[in-house]
Structures are given as C-alpha cells and as structure tokens.
T-cell receptor, first 109, second 114 residues
Framework: DAKTTQPPSMDCAEGRAANLPCNHS???????VYWYRQIHSQGPQYIIH???NNETNEMASLIITEDRKSSTLILPHATLRDTAVYYC??????????FGAGTRLTVKP | DGGITQSPKYLFRKEGQNVTLSCEQN?????MYWYRQDPGQGLRLIYY???????QKGDIAEGYSVSREKKESFPLTVTSAQKNPTAFYLC?????????????FGNGTRLTVT
C-alpha cells in the first residue's frame, strides 16, 4: 500500500511561494495523489489532486515527478491564512484513504 | 446545499457508556469514512464503507462499530471497549467509481469521555 512521507513542519514568508514536498515511493500506476489542508479544529479542505501530469487550480499547483515517487504542492503567494497542516495522501484502488501526520506550514509576516 | 452533517459538534459521556456519532450526507456519495484525530496528530482511519451494508476496518477499528443501512448515513458507535475514546472524530464521503473524486469532510464531533 502506498504510504506518504512529509516533513513535520515548514516556515514560509508571507507573499513568497510555499513548496511542500511529499514522498510516495510505493505508489502504483493508477493511484492518485491528493492534497488537503486542515485549519485548527475544522474538517480537512480539499486542495488539489493529480495522477501524472502537473495540475493547477485557483488554490495551488501540484508538481509530480516523472517516476511519480514524489510530488510538491506549491502555494504561489502564501498568506497568513494559509497557515495550516497540509496532508499528502494516495488514494488506493480499494477506496482506502489514509492520512499521515502532515506538514505544519507556518506563514510568517 | 449539499454536504456532510456531523452531529453533535460536542459530546460528553461518562466512562463505560456507549455513544453513537451521527454522520449524514446528501451528496449521493457511495463511499463514507470515519477518522479519529488526537491533539497535534494526523487523521487515523477507523472504518470505511464503499456501499450500503458493507464496511472495512481501518487502522484503529478496535473498540468501534459502524453500520451502513442507508447510503446517506454512516453512524459510528464508540463502545466501552475503546480505551481512550476522547478525541475529535471526522466523517467524510466521496463518489465511488469516480477514481479521481476527492473526499468531502464534515466539521467533526469532539467527544469527551470522563
């Protein structure tokens, strides 16, 4: 089963890009990578997902390496409201979705 | 508006009592999930269900039970066998068969057992 590894914490200056890495070296060919974030005591919020190609939406960009063993979530212009815990998850074929500990991103003024 | 409703937001129980947490969705999603979150920790999967009358154990199913009698409802019972039931419980759902469909989460129930 694909598991993910993320750094426990990161800091970013307000207005700069935040680049959050995730390793998923055991991912299978048709398993998607999802990113969520959680602000204190709320349900996680969906950000973006992808399979092979890079993806972009109004919130973020997702860069997936060619071998699919890792990915990076990019918040292009981080604001103080982006301070949250960010989770990288792989959706398994049997609909199993398991969250790791995530990365606590702190955006500083 | 479509979404997931968890109730109540806060729940208090005495030790030794079973308690049932409600989760209802009107998104017509097939798959539903229960996660537990402890302070400062990530989410851990308790149970998930892909279709009515079927469910699978997650990483920490011991001391919990679920039922899926209706597509829109997936209640979680925290039994007296659960050693440390105080936690934040999150319910989620997603469309099954749409392999790139994201999870939608409720706002959680915070359970305190004393």
């Amino acid at each position: 089963d694909a598991k993910t590894t993320q750094p426990p914490s990161m800091d970013c200056a307000e207005g700069r890009a935040a680049n959050l890495p995730c390793n998923h070296s055991t991912i299978s060919g048709n398993e998607y990578v999802y990113w969520y974030r959680q602000i204190h005591s709320q349900g996680p919020q969906y950000i973006i997902h992808g399979l092979k190609n890079n993806e972009t939406n109004e919130m973020a960009s997702l860069i997936i390496t060619e071998d699919r063993k890792s990915s990076t979530l990019i918040l292009p212009h981080a604001t103080l409201r982006d301070t949250a815990v960010y989770y990288c998850i792989v959706l398994l074929r049997n609909n199993d979705m398991r969250f790791g500990a995530g990365t606590r991103l702190t955006v500083k003024p | 508006d479509g979404g997931i409703t968890q109730s109540p937001k806060y729940l208090f129980r005495k030790e030794g009592q079973n308690v049932t947490l409600s989760c209802e969705q009107n998104l017509n999603h097939d798959a539903m999930y229960w996660y537990r979150q402890d302070p400062g920790q990530g989410l851990r999967l308790i149970y998930y269900s892909q279709i009515v009358n079927d469910f699978q154990k997650g990483d920490i199913a011991e001391g919990y039970s679920v039922s899926r009698e209706k597509k829109e409802s997936f209640p979680l019972t925290v039994t007296s066998a659960q050693k440390n039931p105080t936690a934040f419980y999150l319910c989620a759902s997603r469309a099954f068969g749409e392999y790139n469909s994201p999870l939608h989460f409720g706002n959680g129930t915070r359970l305190t057992v004393t």
